[in-house]
């Protein structure tokens, strides 16, 4: 089961969505009306969360080194003159 996000579509200018989750089967279809008002309903597409490397770090990354002799590119931020 997961967790969809949905919001309500608004009927006249001005007047702002509502939004609300709903737990329900990925092979069942998308909501086309709130299940509580009957108001039309759209759902909405975010981010999501999730875990990723739980558990474990990653490596630290290498120094990187210049492009080419003198060149101080990797050296930090640079305050352009004017």
Avoid: N, W
Avoid at 30 to 36: A, G, K, S, V, Y
Avoid at 37 to 54: Q, W
């Amino acid at each position: 089961m997961a967790t969809y996000v949905y919001e309500t579509i608004p009927r006249a200018a001005g007047e702002m969505p509502r939004r609300f989750e709903v737990v329900q089967s990925m092979k069942e279809a998308p909501l086309e009306r709130h299940p509580d008002t009957g108001e039309p309903v759209r759902r909405i597409i975010t981010g999501g969360y999730g875990l990723m490397g739980v558990g474990e770090r990653a490596p630290a990354a290498a120094p990187a080194a210049p492009c080419a002799p003198g060149c101080a590119c990797h050296s930090g931020p640079r305050i352009p003159s004017l």
